[in-house]
Every structure is written in C-alpha cells, then in structure tokens.
C-alpha cells in the first residue's frame, strides 16, 4: 500500500517537472515574428526573464521534492527486498517480523522462535543491497 502511494507521488512529481519545463520553454521563446516597438520588447524581455527564473525556481524545488520522493521509494523498496528475502527463506516466520526502513537504516521487530530464526532474520537484512544498518528489536520467543 505504502509502496503504491510512494510510486504514484514519484510519478506526479515527475509529470509535474514535465509540465514546467515545457511552461518554462515555451515561456522562454521569442514573441511572434512582428517588430515591436523599443519599450514593449523591453518589457516582454523583462517578462520573459522573470517567467525563467521562476520555472528555474519551480524546477528546483520539484527536483528536491523528486529526490525526497526517490529516497522514500528507496527505503520502500529495501522493506521490500528484505520481507521478500524473509518469505523465501524456510527458517523465517515472516508474519511475526515487521520490518520497517528509514533513510537506510533497518527497524526489525517482532517475535522469532529461536536464536538461530533471530540470526538468520538478521543476516537477510544486513545483505541487503542499500541497507546501511540494521536496528535489532526482535524478541525471542
């Protein structure tokens, strides 16, 4: 669900950058063909100018909004590997393990059956590609 939501606000994020920089391109185009007078074209430069730095402004923060979103997919989709990986693994009860991330950094908890369920839990996590650490919250039954 989480994953879903995170991928759907990527992608708004991303027409949205689309739609400005086409704004900002066509705002930053020439008038039509036709001479105009010296204080109009004065003033449609300074209008133009001003149109560029606000699409520059506005894709600026649309490209930070896209890496904070590109960040949240990334801890989405390491939860996803490690539960994955969980699932895959016959030693692992995976319905009692939550596994949650956070700029990298792993939260397992929960409730494993052995010691060696635990090191095993653990083990998945930290081989995991992307995960810069694992918080260990696991109890063991």
């Keep these: 669900m989480l994953g879903s939501l995170l991928r759907a606000v990527f992608w708004l994020v991303v027409l949205a950058a ?15 063909h036709q001479e105009a007078e010296p204080a109009a074209a004065a003033t449609s430069g300074a209008m133009a100018e001003t149109a560029r730095e606000r ?11 896209a890496d904070r979103a590109g960040e949240a997919m990334s801890d989405g989709s ?11 693994d016959d030693l692992v009860h995976t319905r009692d393990i939550d ?10 908890t929960g409730r494993v059956t052995s010691a060696a369920e635990h090191q095993r839990v653990l083990q998945l996590a930290r081989d995991t590609s992307g995960v810069k650490s694992v918080r260990d919250q696991l109890r063991v039954q």
Excluded at 19 to 28: F, K, Q
Excluded at 55 to 65: F, K, S, T, Y
Excluded at 78 to 88: C, E, F, Q, R, Y
């Design 18 to 32: 689309v739609i400005v920089g086409v704004g900002s391109y066509l705002l930053g185009r020439h008038a039509p």
């Design 55 to 65: 699409g520059a402004e506005i894709g600026e923060r649309l490209g930070a909004a």
């Design 78 to 88: 390491l939860t996803v590997k490690i539960k994955s990986k969980m699932a895959l």
């Design 99 to 108: 596994v949650t991330t956070r700029d990298r950094v792993v939260t397992l």
